[in-house]
């Protein structure tokens, strides 16, 4: 495709989106289209529900033989401490509900993203619609049902303020946000790279140990946790749960979300660079 | 045909396969490469776990990366003999399965020599270097018994491992799927395995030791090498890994011509 | 006894329902109802050594499982098969030193290595001694002209390449009896001719029974002298090219442009079949009426700007057969 193509798309998706003021209601569309495509992969749903419950139950043992049989830790109490995990394994399983990263490298592989570019619609946004409707449908059948019941059965501790479960909600969507910013960003990486061996193992672990996923910040030897603080992986997991498990209180709380709010304008910003060098690439070069 | 001519015959393939593999030496390095940051960074996590903590269980650092290293060593053969069986799935789905059976050799061997990858050179890499490491930090003194005993528990770790990819891929004749098995039961259940068996509730610990053996995959080798207690179980049971081995591998094999029947009846 | 014998084969599938909507994908996350399909209902045939047979049918309507069960891989539900004296699914080994298989869309070459590698590698699966795989293998080349690719990895050859040393590779074993599916799929008209020629030497040099599925008609013309033809798990047609060609290839079909759409009209003689805009196609028979005479009829009362008359191909003529199905369901055994 020649550069005057290039134009005519653009234009293309201009007019669209002018005369679009139905463009939301063509994103919602994606949404229930996944919400309903969801459900014919009953095989992932129970699959991913089992795999969530064997980490949960692995990072739960780990914590409980850490603790072993002390109430408190670092100044954090034992059941502080597994409320954490908990949580943690929940934005894990919604975070898991997305598109993952090796679905979007195969998607830059196979060329169905740069095929996607002829479309009258925005590539990022769009397939962050569609996460929402495979989030929503994952959350409805297994995560809430699950987490309901674990909460209940075990001894964890709860908000009791009704505008801390506000501002945990709050936290964790943006997080949801930042980590598919992120997720978007190093699989766009595919449109640049051979091979992408490293990158992804990196991805992977930063998700993982950075944004304190598994172990919380708190406990980070102290030059670990100053690189963590300046990465914008600890937004994902840490600050929510730091904020539902009342580690993150008051004043705390509005720098808190500030931050985040900040990481993912920065994040995005990125994302916005890597996939506009990727479409530029795919226009001309033939991707 | 007999047991040698097949020997004879899977060298051939094998080598074939390396051939192919050789083909894309760029991919090749990447993924060792990716490989030893992977498992790096497993290390690092449970070095940052215990910097506070210092022990887990009675564990310290360098004993749970020797159990985590066994593990890694391990599962290196695995990945060289058995990991495509993961993929039968895809190979179903394409119809290029089919291939297997129209030709006049047994599909497991036929489908088992087809590849043969390399690649586990990173595992390799990653847990022989942490095995010298771990052994001067615990002076450990390494005499032909001990090694011996190692070899066993790698041949016990690669049949049980092994067992469970054929098991998996085995599904794929009943429910036309196996990588997806492969991703959300034994990736977690390995990763149960870095870490000592006894932190975990007992019916876990029951189950990794007689249903899914993967106890005897490190865990148990390791109990007896470095003298740790093992609650609930006789501190002897290292010493069945290859046996332990050997059976759940026949019992795999039994269940993927299972499988491989029902797929001839059914064709999906 | 025939080199092949189906006699009453069946074969039944349970296949999952896919519910819809909301509640329907729901459901599904919890349960699943299957449908019993019949893929092969009741077929049976015998082909003689040497025979080369056109084994036809639209999309679903049972060829590829009629061949895995030809080939062992899969089992029937009922009837009995038998291949070179052999039943394939109680004997699979055995039966797949017999058989040679080319699945047209799917290599069986090691696709990163050099082609000549991939013939190697099946010498040693097959146990071919070395005095019959270098015979074969100068067959081939002069036959199928391996020469000039065969150093090349296979993932770099033309497909009609690929297709070639996908025969060759099935036959190195010297089967008597070669599957072919599709062996001309994707390939342009000149390859395809050429594919069609090494098919027919091949079948000449070495005596081998082939069995042939494929969509294009042109492969059953040029190549066959008899066709299967089979719809929804049955048995349509059975026999010689030439005597469905005649029983069908007395009809004829007259295409007429007329300068006035639309209108209706009713010629003796003639069936209206079609009409797209001002073009009317009509069939007749032509041992009753001459196309001259049904375009004297219709002069009369529109005026015709364009006209040809066309003969049915085979194509058509099975096509035909699909929509109507065998009018006269005697079979002719060719």
């Known amino acids: ?287 | ?268 | 006894m025939s080199i092949i014998e189906v006699n009453n084969l069946q074969k039944e599938f349970m296949i999952a329902k896919r519910e819809t909507g909301l509640v329907g994908a729901l459901k599904s996350l919890v349960k699943r109802e299957f449908v019993k399909k019949e893929a092969v209902k009741d077929i049976s045939f015998s082909i003689e050594k040497g025979e080369m047979v056109g084994y036809i049918g639209p999309n679903g309507a049972g060829k590829s499982t009629t061949i895995k069960m030809l080939t062992g891989i899969l089992v029937p539900s009922a009837g009995q098969v038998t291949v070179n004296g052999i039943v394939p699914y109680e004997n699979r080994q055995e039966n797949a030193k017999s058989i040679g298989v080319v699945f047209g869309q799917r290599t069986q070459l090691w696709w990163d290595l050099p082609t000549i590698e991939s013939f190697e590698l099946l010498k040693a699966i097959y146990r071919v001694t070395d005095q019959r795989y270098k015979e074969n293998m100068s067959i081939f080349q002069e036959i199928l002209g391996l020469d000039e690719f065969i150093n090349t990895p296979v993932r770099q050859l033309s497909l009609g390449q690929r297709m070639r040393a996908d025969i060759a590779a099935s036959l190195l074993h010297d089967p008597p009896i070669l599957f072919l599916d599709e062996p001309t799929i994707g390939l342009d008209v000149v390859a395809k001719e050429k594919m069609r020629t090494f098919i027919q030497e091949i079948n000449k040099e070495k005596e081998v029974t082939v069995i042939l599925t494929t969509h294009d008609m042109e492969d059953i013309e040029k190549l066959c002298q008899r066709m299967v033809l089979i719809d929804h798990g049955q048995k349509v047609y059975d026999g010689d090219i030439l005597a469905v060609k005649e029983r069908f290839g007395k009809m004829r079909t007259l295409v007429v442009d007329l300068e006035d759409a639309n209108s209706s009209f009713h010629i003796k003689g003639g069936e209206l079949c079609k009409q797209e805009g001002n073009r009317y196609w009509l069939r007749f028979n032509r041992n009753e009426v001459s196309a001259s005479d049904l375009i004297t009829q219709i002069s009369q009362t529109h005026n015709i700007k364009d006209l040809t008359v066309e003969e049915p191909d085979i194509e058509s003529i099975i096509s035909r057969i699909y929509q109507e199905g065998f009018i006269e369901k005697q079979t002719v055994k060719g």
């Open chain 2, 1 to 268: 045909m007999t047991i040698a001519k097949y020997i004879k015959l899977y060298f051939k393939l094998v080598s074939a396969g390396i051939r192919a593999q050789l083909q894309y030496r760029f991919a090749f390095v990447m993924r060792i490469i990716g490989m030893i940051t992977a498992y790096t960074g497993t290390a690092v996590t449970m070095w940052v776990m215990l910097y506070q903590f210092q022990t887990l269980g009675d564990w310290n650092f360098f004993e749970m990366l020797f159990l985590f290293a066994l593990s890694i060593l391990s599962w290196g053969f695995c990945i060289i003999l058995f990991f495509h069986f993961r993929s039968l799935d895809t190979y179903i789905l394409n119809g290029t399965f089919d291939r297997f059976l129209v030709r006049p050799l047994n599909p497991f061997f036929h489908f088992m020599a087809m590849k043969f990858d390399i690649a586990s050179f990173g595992q390799f890499l990653f847990s022989i270097v942490v095995f010298v490491i771990v052994s001067f930090q615990l002076q450990l003194e390494w005499t032909l018994g001990k090694l011996l005993f190692l070899l066993g528990a790698i041949v016990g770790g690669v049949l049980i491992q092994g067992g469970l990819l054929v098991i998996i891929s085995a599904f794929a004749f009943w429910t036309t799927k196996s990588e997806q098995f492969y991703w959300v039961a034994m990736f977690p259940a390995r990763n149960l395995t870095y870490y000592p068996l006894a932190i975990y509730p007992k019916f876990i610990q029951w189950i990794t030791a007689f249903v899914i053996p993967f106890g005897f995959v490190n865990y148990f080798p390791t109990t007896v090498i470095l003298n740790k207690e093992t609650p609930y179980f006789p501190d002897y049971m290292g010493y069945f890994s290859p046996l332990v081995g050997v059976l759940f591998f026949g019992l795999a094999y039994f269940i993927w011509m299972l499988g491989l029947s029902r797929y001839k009846s059914t064709g999906s």
């Open chain 1, 1 to 287: 495709m020649n550069m005057l193509e290039y134009e005519i798309v653009l234009k293309i998706k201009i007019i669209y989106g002018v005369q679009g003021m139905s463009s939301w209601s063509m994103y919602w569309t994606f949404t229930k289209k996944a919400f309903l495509r969801s459900s014919v992969y009953r095989f992932e749903v129970w699959s991913r529900t089992g795999s969530n419950i064997i980490f949960l139950l692995m990072w739960g043992s780990i914590w409980t033989a850490l603790y072993a049989g002390r109430d408190e830790a670092g100044g954090v109490t034992f059941t502080a401490m597994l409320t954490y995990i908990v949580v943690s394994q929940f934005l894990d399983g919604v975070n898991e509900a997305g598109t993952p990263l090796w679905e979007i490298q195969e998607k830059v592989r196979t060329g169905d993203i740069s095929l996607e570019l002829m479309r009258p619609f925005d590539v990022p946004l769009r397939y962050l619609f569609a996460d929402f409707g495979s989030v929503a449908f994952y959350m409805i059948t297994a995560l809430l049902p699950l987490y309901l019941v674990i909460f209940y059965f075990l001894d964890l501790a709860l908000p009791t303020n009704w505008l801390t479960w506000v501002y945990f909600i709050i936290s964790a969507c943006i997080g949801f946000l930042i980590r598919y910013c992120v997720e978007m960003t190093f699989g766009l990486l595919t449109f640049f790279l051979v091979e992408t061996g490293g990158i992804e193992d990196i991805f992977y672990f930063a998700m993982s140990l950075l944004s304190g996923s598994v172990i919380p910040l708190w406990f980070f030897p102290s030059w670990l946790e100053t690189i963590a603080v300046y990465l914008p992986f600890q937004a994902i997991f840490f600050m929510p749960i730091s904020i539902f498990i009342g580690e993150t209180t008051g004043g705390e709380v509005f720098t808190s979300l500030g931050l985040q709010l900040f990481w993912l304008f920065v994040c995005y910003l990125v994302l916005r660079m890597v996939w506009n060098r990727a479409s530029h690439k795919v226009v001309v070069q033939g991707g």
